[in-house]
Nanobody, 122 residues
Framework: QVQLVDSGGGLVQAGGSLRLSCVAS????????MGWFRQAPGKEREFVAAINWAGDLTRYTDSVKGRFTISRDNAKNTVYLQMNSLKPEDTAIYYCAQGRWGSRDVAAFASWGQGTQVTVSS
């Protein structure tokens, strides 16, 4: 099982930017497909973005396309989520996760970070 530690959240004004990081250990990172999910208060956890093991394929939920970018550095065992043009509706706890490429279901991701809070003020 892979261990994930995510960080980088904070409080930002609408229109601002944040970069989330997730460091993995316990398995060969370069073999792992990675994703980011988020969960707002009172809502279910939802898919945000994913990147395949090689870093040449990415997917995004429609609401973040053009604003968020997922990337990875296999030499640092780290996956990133660059978030630009943030909106109040992006406020949530963000989780990195390791799972099956092509799926957006929470159940398809076996390992999870502890979460990092992102709050966007209007």
């Amino acid at each position: 099982q892979v261990q994930l530690v995510d960080s980088g959240g904070g409080l930002v004004q609408a229109g601002g930017s944040l970069r989330l990081s997730c460091v993995a250990s316990g398995r060969t990172f370069s073999f792992l497909n990675m994703g980011w999910f988020r969960q707002a208060p009172g809502k279910e956890r939802e898919f945000v973005a994913a990147i395949n093991w090689a870093g040449d394929l990415t997917r995004y939920t429609d609401s973040v396309k053009g604003r968020f970018t997922i990337s990875r550095d296999n030499a640092k065992n780290t996956v990133y989520l660059q978030m630009n043009s943030l909106k109040p509706e992006d406020t949530a706890i963000y989780y990195c996760a390791q799972g099956r490429w092509g799926s957006r279901d929470v159940a398809a991701f076996a390992s999870w970070g502890q979460g990092t809070q992102v709050t966007v003020s209007s």
